[in-house]
């Protein structure tokens, strides 16, 4: 079956402090794709990162960087030094590659707030 | 580069009614994803159009249906609206599988 969990449900920090969201994810397949959107208020959801099932390399995009961990089915995101422009919800998703559509299976989401 | 647009972005309608949404791919984009959103939770995908044939489904009644135009734009019809209708309802598109699906603004869809 197909899972994704984002056991924090909300969660607030002051600028400039560091958070980490956390995402564990389950499936069957040994191909798949792991994503984190954003979600501000006015509902879009904005695209961060897609990572493949075979590259485990952590990854650094300015404040934002992602920990992929395999063995422990989890795929965590941190925002470091944070802003108040960062607060909006955080979708993790996963997306079976041996599936012949693309569905995107999301988890219930992260509001995070940074406050001033 | 043209974005995912939507149309409209707010409907409101009563139950037992038909609703059509609609939406237009980013430009050379050739598949479409519909997902829907309740109120405090992630997106559910409803189904997805490759070049104008339903390509999956996701846990949905008949009664949410599609279409994909020539243009890979696209529809979603939703017949005899139920009050769990009510949700921000999204479009994605991509070009081809296993590559990122963009979204667009979503339509808001509330059912009295």
């Known amino acids: 079956a197909q899972k994704v969990t984002q056991a924090q449900t909300e969660i607030s920090v002051v600028e400039k402090e560091d958070v980490t969201l956390d995402c564990v994810y389950e499936t069957r397949d040994t191909t798949y794709y792991l994503f984190w959107y954003k979600q501000p208020p006015s509902g879009e959801l904005v695209f961060l990162i897609r990572?493949?099932?075979?590259?485990?390399q952590n990854e650094i995009s300015g404040r934002y960087s992602w920990n992929f961990q395999k063995s422990t089915s989890s795929f965590n995101f941190t925002i470091t030094a944070s802003q108040v422009v960062d607060s909006a919800v955080y979708f993790c998703a996963l997306s079976e590659a041996e599936n012949r559509d693309d569905k995107i299976i999301f988890g219930k989401g992260t509001r995070l707030h940074i406050l001033p | 580069e043209t974005g995912v647009t939507q149309s409209p972005t707010h409907l409101i309608k009563t139950r037992g009614q038909q609703v059509t949404l609609r939406c237009s791919s980013q430009s050379g984009h050739n598949t479409v994803s519909w997902y829907q959103q309740a109120l405090g939770q992630g997106p559910q995908f409803i189904f997805q159009?490759?070049?104008?044939?339903?390509?999956g489904r996701g846990n949905f009644p008949p009664r949410f249906s599609g279409l994909q135009f020539p243009n890979y734009s696209s529809e979603l019809n939703v017949n005899a609206l139920e009050l769990d209708d009510s949700a921000l309802y999204l479009c994605?598109?991509?070009?081809?599988?296993?590559?990122?699906?963009?979204f667009g603004p979503g339509t808001r869809l509330t059912v009295t």
């Open positions: 990572r493949n099932s075979f590259d485990e």
């Open positions: 994605a598109s991509s070009l081809g599988e296993g590559v990122e699906q963009y």
């Open positions: 159009y490759y070049r104008e044939e339903e390509n």
